[in-house]
């Protein structure tokens, strides 16, 4: 995109000639620096038109880096909320099975507990039993010795 550049090759010609170039080689200076200035050379005009696309390439590009992040962050989220959910499952699985475990050694304690209480009443009961026949015996023991006694107090009152 070349805009044409003013520059007035007859003048330049006739200045080269005035200063003793000859016409003919004044005239090819003339054309060929006019065709070096209009393709070597940017207007004001072009250097908006070019910011403009190049503003417009910019934003196109930042449009575009916004959508990867975007999608780059959306894919790390989805990942991050399966993980989490998998990660929970498995949580929840282990304390199923924690909880599991813990029913069934309260349930085996509990049923040692049931078993020792049954063994202290069979205990007690033997205990009860033994404690009646020691009392039994101690109360015939007793009247024995209080039959003794009184058959020796007896004895010492006949004496003279």
Do not use: N
């Not at 200063?19 to 090819?28: L, N």
Request: hydrophobic fraction near 55%.
């Amino acid at each position: 995109m070349t805009m044409p550049i003013k520059f007035d090759t007859r003048e330049y010609a006739k200045t080269l000639a005035e200063a003793g170039v000859p016409q003919d080689q004044a005239d090819a200076h003339a054309q060929a620096l006019l065709a070096a200035l209009s393709e070597g050379t940017v207007t004001p005009g072009e250097v908006v038109v070019l910011k403009a696309e190049v503003m417009a390439r910019i934003d196109a590009l930042k449009a575009e880096v916004m959508a990867r992040i975007d999608a780059v962050k959306a894919e790390v989220m989805g990942r991050i909320d399966a993980v989490k959910a998998e990660v929970m499952a498995q949580i929840d699985a282990v304390k199923a099975e924690v909880m599991a475990q813990i029913d069934a050694v309260k349930a085996e304690v509990m049923a040692e507990i049931v078993a020792l209480k049954h063994q202290l009443q069979v205990l007690k009961v033997r205990v009860d039993a033994k404690f009646t026949i020691v009392f039994c015996m101690l109360g015939v023991s007793f009247a024995l010795h209080a039959v003794t006694i009184g058959m020796l107090w007896r004895i010492l009152d006949r004496l003279p």
